[in-house]
């Protein structure tokens, strides 16, 4: 025999489905009047922005002018944690590249295949907007890299101050 619901099932089922769909509602307003006002999208930059400053806070981090001192000095360890295709394309002179999307402990290993985990590291992405370079330090932390400090100027900062660059020939 099939499953039947009887009138007062149906009636209940709906009853609990209208109730989970104003609670739904009232706990979520603010996003909802955001939706409605065509502001959503703003909300989520502002709340995905803080979170990234909080997660930033217990990285060190360097300026545009410390990053170019480290550079020069030649002991500190670049890595780009942009897609290939843009560092391929221009990148910091002698930067490594681990992607954000797809670091892995594999492909650090692979990357960094000899690296000392005290090795001086300096992490970047595309802009001060990026958080991908975040992303990637976070990630070598876990594995280990005791060094790893996030320059958050990005690599537009350091291409339009014109330091070094390079691109993969």
């Keep these: 025999m099939l499953f039947q619901l009887s009138r007062r099932d149906c009636t209940w089922a709906f009853v609990l489905t209208?109730?989970?769909?104003?609670?739904?509602?009232?706990?979520?307003?603010q996003l909802v009047l955001h939706?409605?006002?065509g502001?959503?999208?703003?909300?989520i930059a502002a709340v995905e922005k803080e979170e990234a400053a909080r997660r930033l806070a217990a990285l060190p981090t360097c300026s545009l002018e410390q990053a170019l001192a480290r550079h020069?000095?030649?002991?500190?360890?670049?890595?780009?944690a942009r897609e290939p295709e843009e560092y391929r394309e221009l990148?910091?002179?002698?930067?490594?590249?681990?992607p954000a999307s797809q670091v892995s402990a594999r492909?650090?290993?692979?990357?960094?295949?000899?690296?000392?985990?005290?090795?001086?590291i300096i992490v970047y992405c595309g802009s001060?907007?990026?958080?991908?370079?975040?992303?990637?330090?976070?990630?070598?932390?876990?594995?280990?890299?005791?060094?790893?400090a996030v320059y958050v100027g990005g690599f537009r900062a350091?291409?339009?101050?014109?330091?070094p660059v390079d691109i993969v020939r």
Excluded: M
């Design 18 to 29: 209208l109730l989970g769909l104003i609670l739904g509602l009232l706990v979520q307003w």
């Design 107 to 120: 492909l650090v290993a692979a990357v960094l295949q000899g690296v000392s985990l005290a090795q001086p």
């Design 91 to 98: 990148h910091i002179q002698r930067a490594l590249n681990l």
């Design 72 to 80: 020069e000095e030649g002991r500190t360890l670049f890595i780009d």
């Design 128 to 148: 001060v907007d990026c958080h991908a370079s975040l992303r990637v330090a976070e990630f070598l932390k876990k594995q280990g890299y005791s060094q790893v």
């Design 35 to 37: 939706g409605f006002q």
């Design 158 to 163: 350091w291409d339009e101050a014109g330091y």
């Design 39 to 43: 502001t959503l999208d703003l909300q």
